[in-house]
């Protein structure tokens, strides 16, 4: 035997009567879910206050803050980039190179073109700072000490 069921225009019959059944309870079903949840049922249905701001807050629109002429110095990071950032802000200004390790040795790699970097150094800077690249770092001259020569390369120090 072979049921065929088409859709009708409208509710179907059942459903009808048991939106009916539930809008003629309403209140006992409500009154049950508060027993049930001890009032949070109904707590949840009412509108919410907006929080109220306590205190001034001032909003002031407009540009952004005044930006203090940058001071920037070198810093030769954990994970051996050699960057140029600013002493307020804390961000990076520049990324100059980074310290490699070549054949056992630490060596600085600066950030040309050549050295395969896709963001490389201005020009001005990698001239300034070509008879650095490949500079070995060893017990006498450690990470501290090409950061300063590379600040005082580029005027920094």
Do not use: C, W
């Amino acid at each position: 035997m072979v049921e065929i069921i088409s859709k009708r225009d409208g509710p179907r019959r059942e459903d009808a009567q048991v939106k009916r059944l539930i809008e003629q309870n309403r209140s006992t079903i409500v009154r049950l879910a508060d027993q049930i949840s001890g009032g949070g049922y109904s707590a949840s249905r009412k509108p919410r206050q907006q929080p109220k701001a306590e205190g001034l807050i001032i909003h002031v629109g407009g540009g952004a803050a005044s930006v203090a002429e940058a001071k920037p110095s070198i810093q030769v990071t954990m994970n051996g980039r050699v960057i140029s950032k600013d002493r307020n802000t804390g961000r990076q200004l520049h990324h100059i190179g980074d310290i490699r390790d070549r054949g056992g040795d630490q060596v600085f790699v600066l950030a040309t073109k050549q050295n395969g970097f896709f963001s490389p150094v201005d020009e001005t800077i990698a001239e300034a700072l070509a008879d650095m690249d490949g500079s070995r770092l060893a017990a006498t001259y450690t990470e501290e000490q090409l950061a300063f020569d590379i600040g005082a390369k580029l005027g920094i120090n």
